[in-house]
């Protein structure tokens, strides 16, 4: 099957293509014809499964092109389109499958830079993702500032810097961020991660200076201190004084150190 290329590049210059990295197969091309700032060029593929790879294209991963004027192999080069044609089909390539033979002009305060369009991409990303963390930090502030919820937003605000993707995808759907939709998706967030308790915390158990008193803590925390509680239960004393002071619901200090039981008296708690 032969398959015909028409690769137009940004530049008004004369490439020979050599080859082409198309996803899984390579594609090197028997005959080229060149212009300045186009090339059509000839292939023959394989008839079958791996042939017909040809026709779905996912990504452009390697291009090989020859600059006629200066005489010199190169391995990369901007482009503008590509068109894919074989017999019965023909396919406008998307930009996004070659981005990374893209440059973008950037403009910023009188500078210019140009930049490949996958590497600005990857910024973009990540600025549109810095912008939702600090959208969600603000929320969680808002709508949690009493000091009841101290462990939980600790918890979330560390989550959040070792694993930003799963808070980004949920709160990124918050459109109206005067109060109430961005609530519905923190509350959302909260029960992906497990879930926020009202916890009974006993110190001093079954003694007469028992006391009980009740915490908000995310689920994971509860999980993560039971083994201080086991450990001490069994006179191995994991924690020291005063090593982790949690916040009960009045904003008062509890000693996880004197603490003997926890109970999870309600879990998936929303704000």
């Given at each position: 099957?032969?398959?015909?290329?028409?690769?137009?590049?940004?530049?008004?210059?004369?490439?020979?293509?050599?080859?082409?990295?198309?996803?899984?197969?390579?594609?090197?091309?028997?005959?080229?014809?060149?212009?300045?700032?186009?090339?059509?060029?000839?292939?023959?593929?394989?008839?079958?499964?791996?042939?017909?790879?040809?026709?779905h294209i996912s990504e452009i991963k390697?291009?090989?092109?020859?600059?006629?004027?200066?005489?010199?192999?190169?391995?990369?080069?901007?482009?503008?389109?590509?068109?894919?044609e074989a017999p019965s089909y023909y396919q406008?390539?998307?930009?996004?499958?070659?981005?990374?033979?893209?440059?973008?002009d950037l403009y910023i305060n009188g500078t210019h830079m140009s930049i490949a369009e996958d590497v600005y991409q990857k910024f973009a990303s990540y600025v549109?993702?810095?912008?939702?963390?600090?959208?969600?930090?603000?929320?969680?502030?808002?709508?949690m500032a009493d000091s009841c919820y101290e462990e939980v937003v600790n918890y979330l605000l560390e989550e959040m810097d070792h694993n930003p993707e799963p808070y980004c995808e949920t709160f990124r759907h918050v459109c109206d961020y005067s109060g109430e939709d961005e609530l519905t998706y923190l509350n959302a967030i909260l029960n992906e991660q497990g879930g926020m308790c009202l916890c009974t915390l006993i110190s001093n158990e079954g003694s007469e200076n028992e006391m009980k008193t009740e915490a908000y803590l995310m689920k994971e925390q509860v999980e993560?201190?039971?083994?201080?509680?086991?450990?001490?239960?069994?006179?191995k004393k994991r924690l020291s004084e005063g090593e982790k002071i949690l916040k009960d619901v009045l904003g008062e200090t509890i000693d996880l150190f004197y603490v003997d039981s926890f109970i999870v008296e309600k879990e998936k708690v929303e704000i």
């Open positions: 099957m032969e398959v015909k290329f028409t690769i137009e590049f940004r530049e008004a210059k004369e490439y020979q293509i050599n080859m082409m990295e198309l996803g899984p197969i390579d594609i090197h091309f028997k005959e080229t014809v060149v212009y300045p700032g186009k090339c059509i060029a000839f292939a023959e593929i394989e008839e079958g499964y791996r042939g017909m790879d040809i026709l390697k291009i090989f092109v020859y600059e006629i004027q200066e005489k010199k192999l190169k391995n990369w080069v901007a482009l503008k389109s590509i068109t894919l406008e390539i998307p930009e996004r499958f070659f981005q990374r033979f893209i440059m973008r549109r993702e810095q912008d939702i963390l600090e959208n969600l930090r603000g929320a969680i502030y808002s709508n993560r201190y039971k083994p201080f509680i086991s450990s001490k239960k069994k006179g």
